[in-house]
């Protein structure tokens, strides 16, 4: 009894959930929007870049991807 009742109420956390996990190029309302065009962990600040791994990378000049501190 307790299982069953468990297992409805997280079917119905993750159904509710459902509209915050919908696509990213979407608004509030639903509506399609332009995506960006760089994702935001791709994202160059003060010369230093991240990969998609999360480490840092010195974005220009004669070290070019070179590890850095982030």
Known sequence: MIRTS???IASLALL???P???APCKDAKGKFVKC???PAHLAVVDG???DAK???HIASGPK???FTRC
């Open 16 to 18: 509710s959930s459902a």
């Open 6 to 8: 468990l297992f409805a």
């Open 54 to 56: 999360g480490r840092c």
């Open 48 to 50: 230093v870049s991240k």
């Open 36 to 38: 960006p065009t760089t």
């Open 64 to 66: 070019k991807g070179h």
């Open 20 to 22: 915050a996990l919908a």
